[in-house]
């Protein structure tokens, strides 16, 4: 019988080889990533990345992989080939650059997601300007105003706090100029009325919802939302802007938005804020809870971290701008009252149709990934 340090010089042998065919597997992205940029497709193919994720599960079944954790290993694959695709062609397109006029200005670009948009449009080759008091002298090129940044730029981005967009929004519609207006705001509603009287009357305008933050690094895996006026020309160079990602674009009503979102972000931020709050205050409480947190404590209180780092006035404008918060409250208020009942009872049968109906719900929701992630 071999000794445990000879299989253990083995495993380590088997690692480097590991090692080396992802290398080589990404190397390979890299190159379909060029193929693609020449024939004109798209980066994401999701067929193709489904068969991916069935040939993995099946492979690794029979060697007594359990499915979920062979998904996840194949889907860990599909998003590091993604992102190594995704940086491929920003380099490319950064290297080509382009000269003369400006294609972009970013009304708050001094601002997180400002900032971020303005890097990520840069790297894809745009030419980009800002309009900011905030803005850092020489760091790119600034706009003194609104008004110059709907003359010089084709399109103005609105990357601005949510109530404090409808005014700036209008001086931008009042230069009756022919750039397109996008705005990435969370919530719509301050803004609704403004953006549907304009797409009325013919002016270029659309918006754009980052289901994410100005900390990601990519965009594989992540969504973003375009909230259409109706104005398809508009609607096409928003989603434009992100062609040479991997993020996946999905096109919803103006009108539709605010009711979805909170319930996706609205929903899950308040849960978290809740956790937070309801932690415990005492100190020595907590320093026990370090060794007898459980995995569900770790994962909920890492999400919810990541609420409490993010901005203050953004997160509460989410809650107090939609005017669909009333009814996510009214669904927390009914889920709350429900559990009390079902743990003061110990109604087993309830509290299991509970956990089912969820379990489902929440599977139509995350689709094909929900096993690997539920698991």
């Not at 110990?346 to 929701?365: C, K, Q």
């Amino acid at each position: 019988m071999r000794s445990v340090n000879e299989l253990r010089r083995e495993i380590r042998r088997a690692d480097r080889e590991l090692v080396r065919v992802i290398g080589r597997r990404l190397d390979l992205a890299r190159r379909i990533a060029d193929a693609k940029q020449q024939q004109g497709r798209a980066l994401r193919n999701y067929p193709v990345e489904a068969q991916v994720v069935s040939r993995w599960r099946a492979a690794l079944g029979g060697w007594g992989v359990a499915a979920p954790r062979a998904e996840r290993l194949a889907r860990w694959m599909i998003e590091e080939a993604l992102r190594a695709q995704e940086q491929r062609l920003r380099r490319r397109v950064q290297r080509r650059g382009s000269a003369g006029a400006i294609d972009i200005a970013i009304v708050g670009g001094a601002g997180a997601m400002g900032r971020w948009l303005a890097g990520f449009l840069e790297d894809s080759g745009r030419r980009v300007a800002i309009v900011d008091p905030r803005a850092v002298p020489g760091e790119r090129p600034v706009l003194p105003d609104v008004a110059s940044a709907v003359r010089r730029a084709r399109v103005v981005i609105f990357a601005t706090p949510i109530r404090s967009t409808r005014p700036l929004l209008e001086q931008a519609l009042a230069e009756r100029g022919r750039a397109v207006l996008i705005d990435v705001l969370s919530v719509k509603a301050p803004i609704r009325s403004t953006i549907e009287r304009a797409a009325r009357s013919g002016a270029p305008v659309t918006g754009l919802h980052p289901l994410f933050g100005p900390s990601a690094k990519t965009l594989s895996g992540r969504n973003l939302l375009v909230v259409s006026a109706g104005v398809r020309s508009a609607d096409r160079v928003a989603r434009d802007l992100f062609r040479d990602s991997a993020v996946s674009i999905t096109t919803v009503p103006l009108a539709e938005h605010d009711r979805l979102i909170a319930e996706s972000l609205g929903l899950s931020h308040f849960v978290n804020l809740l956790f937070l709050s309801a932690i415990s205050h005492d100190a020595r409480s907590r320093r026990t809870l370090a060794h007898a947190s459980s995995t569900t404590f770790r994962r909920q209180s890492e999400v919810a971290l990541d609420v409490a780092r993010e901005g203050a006035e953004l997160y509460l404008d989410i809650q107090s701008e939609n005017p669909w918060s009333h009814r996510t409250d009214a669904e927390l208020d009914r889920a709350l009252r429900s559990l009390r009942s079902i743990v003061r009872r110990h109604d087993v049968a309830r509290f299991e149709r509970t956990l089912r109906d969820g379990r489902a719900r929440l599977e139509g929701v995350l689709g094909p990934q929900a096993r690997s992630l539920l698991a």
